[in-house]
């Protein structure tokens, strides 16, 4: 696997031990924060702290461990002292992370399998990456409906002999490619950080389901 572009901001990338380098989250991540102001990360455990202890809770949630404070103060930097720490999340309008377009421009020319999984293909300049592989690449939709065929994907099945569409849900569909790869028991390795719907589906596969 050279790289995992993932439009995600839930940092389940990274919860299944895969390699920071190895990442590129279009969108950002809520698993770092850091200054808007200045660029200097937080640690997260600390924000997380801070978001329990300085935020007002809106929701009521009245849970024996909430800590929140009547009322909202400000969350302010270590470094430069501003009040402009968030989620690493890229915002609407903001600029996609230089990073996006610096693996891009390395990867995507020796790219011989690209894998589509879970999106709709309309955001750009995601989408961008079916149409700027070159022509020899496999491409593989694994999707509910099929989707773009305005950026070029041929699911004809006739002529076309670089696309394929592997319909279904995305954690089924990859569990059987696990599973034919002979990698089940490798899951095993990150079943615990997984969704609880994933884990089910996990156990029924080894289970022989």
């Not at 999340?89 to 996006?100: A, D, M, N, R």
């Not at 377009?101 to 690209?114: H, K, M, Q, V, Y």
């Not at 394929?164 to 790869?181: H, K, P, R, S």
């Amino acid at each position: 696997m050279t790289r995992v572009y993932t439009q995600n901001i839930d940092g389940l990338t990274q919860a299944v031990n895969l390699p920071n380098d190895k990442i590129v989250p279009l969108h950002g991540t809520i698993s770092k924060a850091a200054c808007e102001n200045c660029g200097k990360e937080m640690n997260f455990d600390t924000f997380c702290n801070q978001v329990e202890t300085k935020i007002k809770d809106i929701y009521n949630l009245q849970s024996s461990d909430n800590n929140a404070p009547k009322e909202s103060e400000e969350i302010r930097c270590q470094s430069c002292g501003k009040a402009t720490v968030k989620p690493q999340t890229v915002l609407f309008g903001s600029s996609l992370p230089e990073e996006f377009f610096e693996r891009i421009e390395e990867d995507l020319p020796s790219t011989d399998l690209l894998i589509v999984a879970g999106t709709s293909l309309v955001v750009s300049p995601a989408n961008s990456l079916v149409y700027r592989v070159p022509d020899s690449t496999y491409r593989v939709v694994i999707n509910n409906e099929e989707v773009g065929k305005e950026l070029g994907i041929d699911y004809s099945n006739t002529d076309n002999k670089r696309d394929y569409f592997a319909q279904g849900n995305c954690d089924e569909v990859f569990l059987d490619l696990i599973t034919e790869l002979g990698w089940l028991q490798d899951l095993n390795e990150v079943v615990d950080n997984l969704p609880p719907a994933s884990i089910e589906l996990i156990k029924a596969k080894q289970e022989g389901g």
